[in-house]
Each structure stands twice: as structure tokens, then as C-alpha cells.
């Protein structure tokens, strides 16, 4: 419909700068935000946009440059090696011997070549080494090596005879180091190597890795443990000795049959213990496993040492209890005897300061002549000290000290009188003296 | 989307696809980017969705729904929908002959038998568990057929499945060990089967998919815009579906061996009815294929042996009910996303019920001869109806393989999902030798953004400098009504018609409009509407062609480039939203 159908003709006067001209806007409508359903190859192209947040072209820039990359690894990986002249000139009868992945070209790559990778080699080869193109090119019509490179697809591709062949592919293998490389010290990357194309003949996948020293005790062990009992494919089939396949001598076939059954499990023999031996030198020289087992080691004796630390310590703390406890006792027992000796002494001191109190209260009224002018009668004397005897029996020592302190150094009769006459005097309102006791003081 | 997931790093994924549905369900895989349909170990490619307990054996599949005639207490079947579900929500019509669902505080059981020994204690059996175990075989047998361990797959789900009900369904299939990379919706994955197959060009188009399945139907208008796909409309029933089928044939044979056994109805013992619905659906597969089928079952009632057959002529009358509640539900969907038929430009018949011819003849009726009918009997290139969404749900899987379900939960975040669509289309305006104004599509309505499109139109023959108008179109249905004289014939031999009406056209029979519709010339015509810009470039050479490129950004800004195909430079322009 479009052919029929075309773009209208420039009106007249129609001018806009550089040509463009915008006149409305399309049509915004809130509601029609709808879900797009997130499926499909364009979706994905779509999200793609909006996470990365790139418009059409950007990503189709991107997607292509992508694209452009993943082409370029192909080319990369295919398969270009010098060829050697010894291998052109090989003998395609002693095909057993030839090592397939050279001849077609995949010495790098051995066991861990892929199909694909085979197929193309393959027709790589052939394009250059067919009969016919050699005929063309005028070198003589030797098919020889072609019959190599058929040989060695056809072993390649079968996944039988090439395990077959893998097996016995010493290219592939990978020496153990001598003592003398792992004094340089890469103990973890060379036997790390060896176990990675030992890791070649595993049934199962995925193969622990070696690690390096500063791998988990879990992960050593799983490494040994998967080792040591490895279950390998690894078939000595390839080296079987030919069995005639005549029919006449049947005896003959037999006899070679089972020699090479016998052959082979001699061989797979051989090669546990080769494996074994490889892990026992490993292992040997692992450095992990001694330290796993010092740190196992050093864990037990902390246990130990943390014990036996625990019994000391509770032994001594019990002899410094019962130290303490001892020498608390003494200070107690000391410390009674001191105030033994002491209330000793605080009582004779007392007696004596009562003594002297007494002495001053005596005195005081003798000084005050006792509370008479002139000399005094006997009986007044009498009747003043009886008074003054009679108080110091019904006060108390301390009370004796206050009043011979209130007596001391008074000599006015007068003053004393007065300090005895409030002594007194308080004695009988404490109800201690009876009024009429006393005789002389009141 | 889901709490817990089995997580698989991309590189030891093993992918599938996985529709399980309510009726059957199948996997699918990829090879070499095609999809192909897994077989389990009895060969069937649709698996029947149930699981039936014999002394402690589990059996799943098509061996299990045999056992709907014999153990049918500890079979249970048409558990999908019952996912994620109350029980006082749920629809157990379907369980008559099976295990029963039952109420445990508001979740759905089952109780079964499923250890050995007589007197054993029969279990119940969550819909989660009975589902989960469901997810176990079907992976398990996937992965037997692969050789490799099935971690993660792509499931299919209704449109109308709850997010209670998904994750309900991405538990299940976590308990059977199985990664839910994602969850697509079934119309989708049945168009991207449909779209993904090689020399497939990606076209804008409307599409509508009817997923007629065993015991529900969903009919879905998707706009597909360079490979994207928009929900339009939805529509689910639960009336006209695959078991109707089966009952319109069981009604019919029943009848028929009570004429001659008046006294044994074979619909009233549980085990005769199951005989006779299993026969009855093989009889419904058998006459999608071919003219004739024969029914037998033997001892089917009270120990009688039954043969009969049935052509499909009497079968689609005695059917007709049923496949005119399709029609009707397919015209109800188109008219609810408020499009017309004319603007359908295909139609995906999905779901083993799509066998049958008649659904689609009845649908290519309806719809004008531009539709595409993609069903086996109206298409020789269309795809297995029944494996469509389990090929869309494996090409999905295999695209999103190598992203890390972190990257794919983002990619599918609604932030990413939900953008605005344009309503109205964006052309330019061209001139036919008549020199009328035509309008030509560059971006269709409904398309979302940001998107880009170009179209090539030829310049005058002269060349010359050229006029680019940008404008809005839209579309309206353009009736030309027919002569008065051919209107009065009609109407007076509309009665004949109507008699023959029966097994002619189902589309004459859906009302008296329609019919009088027939003798219209219907076309859909595009309609310029407001101008957006105008370009102009300048001398084209004779015969020249001209290019217009229209990118719709996010914001609805429109950036347009026009140039002279082969020439230098040309013109761009934008316009601000």
C-alpha cells in the first residue's frame, strides 16, 4: 500500500529553522500506564535499557561492540600451531603411537579440548592436507598424514576411545616437584598443578582444589579425604598388545586376550599406587597439616595448662584464706588483751583521779574553814565532812570530777559554799540526798 | 517475589520450562534455542495434574488418573487452583471423583492413604505438600529424561493468580528443590512460543490468546509492540472448558446405553461415571482429529459391556452450547479492552481444549480474514496447543539462564515493568495519487515507552523538496451499509436462515444484529488527528525514498529524524513533553 502512497510535496513559503517545526504534543494520557509483561527476548533488551539507563542507539552501540567481541574470542581459540615436519612425515600404520591432540593441532588444549573444538580442528587440517589439494599443488600423493588426521578425530571423537587415549596421553601429565623445586617455595602451586591433571581421571566432578596455606583445616581434609579415595576412569586399554583377529588360531587370541587383562590390572594397580605414593609425598611435605596438627596439639595442652592453672590458683587462694583467717584471729586476741591491760589501767586512773577529787572536795572545805568563821568545833568539822563524804558516795566519779574541777582553785569560803549549796542542792531535787542528811552543807 | 529461594548460581543451572496446570501439566526444554516438549517415562508429553496413593506407591500422571476408577478416594486432582487459597474461596466442583478437599482451619487438604498396609493411618496432605510432591515427580522425570539435575526452571501461572497464590506455588516448588527463576503469565508464554520461532519477523500486532484449558478458560488481548507484550483485557471463565465437553458426551452416551439397559444408569454409581468420563475424553480427542471415534468401556454398568461411536457432526451439535460460550467469551474480552474484531491481527487458540476444529472455524468466523487463526485445524503451521506455554515458559528460561536471580528480580521489578504507553498512534501523513491524506502508522497505539520506529516512504516521482507531517492518528470501524434493495431481500428470507443456521455459522446465530452486520462491508480507517510537527527536506532525488525515525522517550518527548534514504545529514527535531 505504501508504494502507491507518497510524501506530499513542500508547500510554498513553508519555512522553519533548520527545517523543523513543532507544532503540538502527542497525546499524554495518565491512565494508560500499563505493565509490560517481562518475558521475551525484547523485554530483556528492554530492561537492559532501563537499568543501564541507555537509549536505543547506545545500546545498540554496546550489543554490538558485544557481539563483535564474542567473535573475536572464537577466531582466538582456534586452533593454529606450527606444524611439525617430524609429524608430516609420520607413517600412518603406527597410529597407536602418534599423539592425536598434536597432530590435529590442539597441544594446548589435550584432555580439556572440546568437541566443538575437535570438529574444527578437524576440518582445519583436512582443508589443508586433503589428498586432492596436495595433488593440486603438485607434491606427490601422499595421503599419509591425512590418515593421521582421520585417525586421530576418529579416536577423538568417540568419547570411549578418547577417554581411552587421555589415559595414556603423557603429554598431559604433569610431574610431581622434586625436593629441589619446592625449596624455591611454590609448594602449593606446583603440587596444586599435578592434582589438577590428576583431576582429569576423576568420575566425580567438581574435584576439590588444593588450596594454598591459607586454606581451612575443612578444606584440606575434604582435599585428602576426596583423594585418597579417588575414583578414577583412568583405562589402560590403549596399550593393549593387538589381538590377532584371525580365526584360525583361537588359542593364540585368548592367550592374548588375557594377557592384556592382566596387563591393564597390573597397570591400574600401578597407577593407585602412584597416586597414593603422590599423595603420601604430598602430604608429607603439606605444610598445613603440620601446622592443623600443632594447632590441634597446642589446643589440647591449653586445655591443660588452663586446668592446671585453675588448681593452683584454687589452692592458693585456699592457704591465703586460711592465712588471713589465722592472723584476723590473733589481731582479735591482741587486740583484747590490749584493751584488757587498758581497762586495767583506765580503772586505776580513775581510782586515783577519784582519790584526788576527792582530796580537792576535802580540801575545799578545809579551805573554806569549813563554812565558819573561826576556828571550827570538831563537830562542825565532823558534820561538814560527813556532808561531803555523803555526796562523794551518791555522785558518780565524773561527777566528783566536775565539782572538784568548779571547787578547784576557789578559796573564797563563800564561792564554795555557794558551789556546794547548788551541788547539794541539785543532788536533792535528783531525789539522790534526802534533805535532812545533810547536816552542815545546805 | 518469594522469601526463600533455592538459589543456583548461573553457571550449574540446568533450566525448564514448567506449566502446571489445573488439568495436566508439561515441561518443556530447549534445544539449540528451540523449545521441545519433555516426554516422562509413560511418553506423555501432558501429564495429568494428579497424584493417586496405591498401598503406599505414589503414582502421577496419566497412570494416577486411571486410578480415578478404582482408588479414586486417595487420588487427588485439580489441586492448582486450590494454591494459596481458603478453603471457603475454593471451587471443589471438580473433586467430585476424587479425593476430597477439606477444611484445616481455613487451609485446603486432602486426606489420603499414602502408606503401606491396610489398616494404615491415611495422612492429610496440605494442597502445598500434594502440590510439592506434584513439582517432585514432574522435575524428577525431566531430569531423568535430560540425564542432568533439573535446579531451576520458569512456570507458567494464570494472569488472574494472587501473589498469596504465586508464592504459594514458588513454595511448592522450592520443596521439590527447584529454583523459580520466574513466574510468566500463560497467554504470554504462549505467544512468545508462537514469536519465538525462527524466521518469525517482529511485527506490531494485537493478539488474542484463548487458553481453553480442562476446567477453566482464560482469554487474553495482548498488544505486542517490537516483542513486547501489554495485557490488554483479561477474561476467565469457568463454565466452558474442556470438562464440559466431556459432559456433553457423557450425558450423550449415558442416554444411549440407557436405551438399551433402562434400568442401570451408568451416572449413578461413582465408578461407572468415572469410566465414562475418561472414555468420554478420549472420545473428545479422538474427534479432534478425526470424523468418527468409537466409545467402549467395558462392563460399564452393572457389569454390561458398552460400544458406541460418533461423528463429529453430532458431537459439535450436541456441543454447541459450549463452543458458542467460547465464541461469546472471546467477543466479550475484545470488546472489554474496548477494541473492535477488526483490530485483532491474531488469534492464539492455547490449551488442549484448542484441539478441536470447531472452536477455531467458529472463531475464524468471527473475526475477518486478515486475522490469523493460529489453531492445528485452521493453521498448517500452528503449534501443538497443548505445549505452547510450556515452549514459552522453556525459551524464557533459557534467556534469563545466565542472569543471577538477583539481576532477574530487578530486571522484573515493577519499576522496570510499568512504563506509560502512547494512546493514540504517531504517523505521517503521505498522499495517494488521488491526492487524498493518508495516514501511515509509525507507532501504533498502545505501544510502550521509550520505543523507536522507522518507515520508509517513496517521494513524489519528481523528487523535490518534501513535506514531513508528523500527526496523531486513530482508528474507527467505517461501516458502508449495503443497498436498500439487497437489505429488503435479506430480511425476508432471514427465516430460511435462521433454520439452517444450526452447524452453518455460529457467528450468524449470536444475535440479530450480527447478521444483519453480515452484508456490511466493515474496514477499519485510520483518521488524522492534531499535527505534531512538520519537517522539510529538501531536494530528493527522483525516485528517492524518504526516512522517518520517531523515538518516543520515557517522558513522552518525541525526538524525530527524517533524511533522504542514502542521503547526507537530514533533519532532527525534538518535541518536549
Request: net charge negative.
Amino acid at each position: 500500500m505504501i508504494s502507491t502512497l507518497t510524501i506530499p510535496a513542500l508547500p510554498e513559503g513553508w519555512a522553519a529553522e533548520k527545517d523543523f517545526k513543532p507544532i503540538g504534543k502527542i497525546t499524554k494520557d495518565h491512565a494508560t500506564q500499563r505493565t509490560i509483561e517481562p518475558v521475551g527476548p525484547h523485554f530483556l533488551a528492554h530492561a537492559r535499557r532501563a537499568r543501564h539507563k541507555r537509549t536505543f542507539s547506545e545500546d545498540d552501540r554496546i550489543q554490538a561492540q558485544e557481539r563483535a567481541k564474542k567473535v573475536e574470542e572464537n577466531d582466538e581459540s582456534d586452533i593454529s600451531e606450527p606444524e611439525d615436519p617430524m609429524l608430516l612425515a609420520r607413517d600412518a600404520k603406527d597410529w597407536k603411537n602418534q599423539d592425536h591432540y598434536k597432530v590435529l593441532g590442539l597441544s594446548k588444549f589435550r584432555y580439556k579440548a572440546t568437541e566443538e573444538q575437535i570438529k574444527r580442528a578437524h576440518r582445519k587440517k583436512v582443508l589443508r592436507h586433503h589428498p586432492d589439494k596436495r595433488a593440486a599443488t603438485g607434491k606427490t600423493e601422499d595421503d599419509s598424514f591425512f590418515k593421521c588426521i582421520q585417525k586421530a578425530t576418529e579416536v577423538l571423537l568417540d568419547p570411549v576411545t578418547r577417554r581411552q587415549f587421555d589415559s595414556v596421553d603423557e603429554e598431559a601429565e604433569v610431574e610431581p616437584p622434586t625436593k629441589k623445586q619446592l625449596t624455591k617455595g611454590n609448594f602449593y602451586k606446583l603440587w596444586g598443578n599435578v592434582f589438577k591433571a590428576e583431576a582429569r581421571f576423576s568420575k566425580t566432578h567438581p574435584v576439590p582444589l588444593f588450596g594454598d596455606n591459607k586454606s581451612s583445616k575443612e578444606d584440606v581434609e575434604a582435599f585428602y579425604n576426596f583423594w585418597y579415595n579417588f575414583d578414577s576412569w583412568r583405562t589402560f586399554e590403549y596399550l593393549d598388545e593387538d589381538v590377532p583377529d584371525d580365526n584360525e588360531n583361537r588359542d593364540q587370541k585368548r592367550h592374548t586376550e588375557r594377557k592384556n587383562a592382566n596387563a591393564r590390572k597390573k597397570k591400574k594397580v600401578e597407577d593407585n599406587a602412584r597416586l597414593r605414593k603422590l599423595l603420601d609425598d604430598c602430604s608429607a611435605g603439606d605444610e598445613r597439616i603440620k601446622r592443623f596438627r600443632q594447632e590441634a596439639n597446642a589446643a589440647k595442652n591449653k586445655k591443660r595448662l588452663e586446668r592446671e592453672a585453675a588448681e593452683k590458683k584454687a589452692a592458693d587462694d585456699a592457704a591465703a584464706k586460711k592465712a588471713a583467717d589465722e592472723a584476723a584471729a590473733k589481731e582479735a586476741e591482741e587486740k583484747a588483751k590490749v584493751d584488757r591491760e587498758a581497762g586495767k589501767k583506765a580503772k586505776e586512773a580513775a581510782k586515783t583521779a577519784v582519790k584526788k577529787n576527792k582530796r580537792v572536795l576535802r580540801g575545799s572545805v578545809k579551805d573554806a574553814n569549813y563554812f565558819v568563821a573561826g576556828d571550827a568545833s570538831a563537830a562542825t568539822i565532823d558534820a561538814v565532812l560527813g556532808d561531803v563524804e555523803l555526796v562523794q558516795a551518791k555522785v558518780d566519779p565524773e561527777e566528783i570530777a566536775a565539782l572538784a574541777a568548779k571547787l578547784n582553785g576557789l578559796k573564797v569560803a563563800d564561792e564554795i559554799k555557794a558551789v556546794w549549796k547548788e551541788e547539794v542542792g541539785r543532788l536533792v531535787a535528783a531525789g539522790k540526798v534526802k534533805e535532812a542528811e545533810i547536816k552542815a552543807l545546805n | 517475589m518469594s522469601d526463600k529461594k533455592v538459589a543456583t548460581s548461573p553457571d550449574d543451572r540446568t533450566v525448564i520450562g514448567i506449566t502446571f496446570g489445573n488439568s495436566n501439566s508439561s515441561v518443556a526444554h530447549t534445544v539449540d534455542d528451540k523449545a521441545e516438549v519433555i516426554a516422562n517415562e509413560d511418553g506423555d508429553r501432558q501429564i495429568p495434574t494428579i497424584l493417586s496413593y496405591v498401598d503406599g506407591e505414589e503414582y502421577y500422571g496419566q497412570q494416577a488418573k486411571n486410578f480415578l476408577v478404582r482408588n479414586p478416594k486417595n487420588t487427588a486432582a485439580y489441586f492448582r487452583d486450590f494454591l494459596g487459597k481458603d478453603f471457603k474461596s475454593i471451587d471443589p466442583t471438580h473433586n467430585h471423583a476424587s479425593a476430597h478437599p477439606e477444611d484445616a482451619n481455613g487451609a485446603v487438604t486432602f486426606t489420603v492413604k499414602d502408606k503401606e498396609g491396610e489398616d494404615a493411618e491415611p495422612s492429610k496432605l496440605s494442597v502445598d505438600e500434594v502440590a510439592a510432591r506434584f513439582f517432585r515427580r514432574l522435575v524428577g522425570s525431566a531430569s531423568d529424561y535430560l540425564g542432568k539435575k533439573i535446579t531451576s526452571a520458569v512456570i507458567t501461572v494464570p494472569t488472574n493468580f494472587s501473589d498469596k497464590q504465586k508464592s504459594a506455588l514458588i513454595a511448592a516448588a522450592t520443596a521439590a528443590d527447584v529454583e523459580v527463576l520466574q513466574l510468566i503469565s500463560e497467554p504470554v508464554a504462549a505467544a512468545l512460543a508462537y514469536d519465538a520461532r525462527p524466521d518469525t519477523e517482529v511485527k506490531d500486532k494485537i493478539v488474542v490468546v484463548a487458553d481453553l484449558g480442562g476446567t477453566r478458560s482464560d482469554v487474553t488481548v495482548l498488544a505486542s509492540r517490537s516483542g513486547m507484550y501489554t495485557v490488554l483485557a483479561t477474561a476467565h471463565d469457568y463454565e466452558f472448558h474442556g470438562a464440559a465437553l466431556d459432559k456433553v458426551l457423557m450425558d450423550h452416551f449415558a442416554k444411549e446405553f440407557l436405551k438399551k439397559n433402562p434400568k442401570s444408569d451408568p451416572r449413578e454409581n461413582a465408578r461407572s461415571l468415572a469410566k465414562l468420563k475418561l472414555e468420554s475424553e478420549s472420545t473428545k480427542k479422538a474427534l479432534s482429529i478425526g470424523a468418527n471415534a468409537s466409545f467402549s468401556v467395558e462392563s460399564l454398568a452393572d457389569g454390561i459391556d458398552f460400544a458406541s461411536t460418533i461423528n463429529r457432526l453430532r458431537y459439535e451439535m450436541i456441543a454447541r452450547g459450549v463452543f458458542e460460550g467460547i465464541t461469546r467469551l472471546v467477543s466479550s474480552v475484545i470488546k472489554k479492552a474496548g477494541l473492535d474484531v477488526l483490530d485483532i491481527d491474531e488469534v492464539i487458540l492455547s490449551g488442549g481444549t484448542s484441539h478441536t476444529p470447531r472452536i477455531a472455524s467458529n472463531l475464524a468466523a468471527v473475526f475477518p480474514e486478515s486475522t490469523a487463526i493460529q489453531s492445528p485445524s485452521t493453521s498448517a503451521t500452528a503449534v501443538n496447543p497443548s505445549e505452547l506455554q510450556a515452549r514459552g515458559a522453556a525459551l524464557q528460561a533459557s534467556l534469563i539462564e545466565m542472569y543471577e536471580a538477583e539481576d532477574i528480580d530487578q530486571s522484573t521489578h515493577a519499576a522496570v515493568t510499568t512504563v506509560p504507553h502512547i494512546t493514540n498512534a504517531i504517523g505521517v501523513v503521505s498522499r495517494s495519487p488521488s491526492g487524498e491524506d493518508v495516514f501511515i502508522p509509525i507507532v501504533q497505539p498502545e505501544t510502550a515507552v521509550p520505543t523507536r520506529r522507522t518507515v520508509f516512504v517513496p517521494a513524489p516521482k519528481d523528487g523535490g523538496d518534501v513535506l514531513v507531517r508528523i500527526v496523531e492518528g486513530n482508528t474507527h470501524i467505517k461501516v458502508t451499509q449495503p443497498a436498500p434493495k439487497a437489505a429488503a431481500a435479506n430480511g425476508g428470507s432471514r427465516a430460511a436462515k435462521v433454520e439452517d443456521a444450526d452447524d452453518s455459522d455460529a457467528d450468524e446465530s449470536d444475535s440479530e444484529e450480527e447478521e444483519d452486520d453480515d452484508e456490511e462491508k466493515r474496514e477499519k480507517v485510520w483518521k488524522i488527528g492534531a499535527t505534531v510537527a512538520e519537517a522539510a527536506i529538501r531536494g530528493v532525488k527522483k525516485g528517492g525514498k524518504v526516512e522517518v525515525t520517531i523515538n518516543v522517550n520515557a517522558d513522552l518527548s518525541v525526538i524525530v529524524t527524517t533524511r533522504e534514504v542514502g542521503g547526507k545529514g537530514g533533519v532532527r527535531g525534538v518535541i518536549s513533553a
